[in-house]
């Protein structure tokens, strides 16, 4: 799977210029607008470009050489290591072993620490800033966007199992009350764990709302029940 960014003046341009690069019709690939983008004052001061992710298979699309290069995941993997270990040690943070393997255009780093409840900091805030630093290094000067998962004493599963029986608790209430239910603010990653978790309920649905740190998810009745 490749997976590209591209820019425009809105949304659309940068649709279509996506598109025109990688000999695609709009069908054959999956797009995520990352940013819609803003004219700016009097559409000069302030003006930020519309920002898509465009996903497609490379059998499916008739892609321009440039952008069909290869990755090299040994190659990768070391540049996310070699970077990770530097600001480790920058924090004066003992380490003991840097894990990473690449599938599907994920790379997973498990780092090793006595210190881990420092590594992974308040709520995994330390955690998830040291994941986004790391990805955007072993992005740079490369076609596709990789994403890259940081994890120590598998802290990412146990969430992700405490949240699913927060999740189901919270459907339970909204099932029994139809009313809704707020979770408190959550990164990004937790909420995108909430909204994969329900997308096939058919009796609740999540909502996001709020901006920046004060972000949150929501989940309510849906309109109508499935017909049988």
């Known amino acids: 799977m490749l997976e590209i960014e591209f820019k425009g003046k809105n949304v659309k341009e940068a649709i279509d210029a996506g598109l025109a ?26 003006a930020k470009p519309a920002v898509v992710l465009i996903s497609v298979k490379k059998s499916k699309c008739n892609i321009n050489p440039a952008l069909n290069t290869e990755i090299d995941q040994n190659k990768v993997c070391k540049k996310a290591e070699f970077f990770l270990s530097g600001l480790l040690n920058k924090m004066n943070l003992k380490f003991s072993d840097i894990e990473t393997s690449f599938k599907d255009d994920l790379i997973n780093i498990n780092v090793s ?4 409840p420092f590594f992974i900091g308040k709520n995994g805030q330390t955690l998830d800033s040291l994941e986004y630093l790391t990805q955007i290094i072993v992005n740079k000067e490369l076609n596709s966007k990789l ?53 096939d309920n058919h009796f609740v649905e999540s909502f996001s709302e709020g901006t920046g740190i004060l972000k949150k998810v929501g989940i309510k009745p849906t309109k109508s029940e499935p017909t049988v």
């Open 113 to 116: 620490t006595s210190d881990c």
């Open 21 to 46: 690069k990688l000999g695609c019709n709009k069908e054959d690939v999956s797009i995520r607008i990352v940013n819609e983008g803003s004219t700016g004052l009097f559409g000069l001061m302030g």
């Open 147 to 199: 994403k890259v998962n940081l994890d120590c004493e598998n802290y990412r599963r146990k969430q992700k199992d405490k949240l699913k029986i927060l999740i189901d608790k919270a459907v339970d209430y909204v099932s029994r009350t139809g009313k809704i239910y707020h979770f408190e603010p959550m990164s990004a990653k937790e909420r995108k764990i909430i909204h994969l978790y329900l997308k």
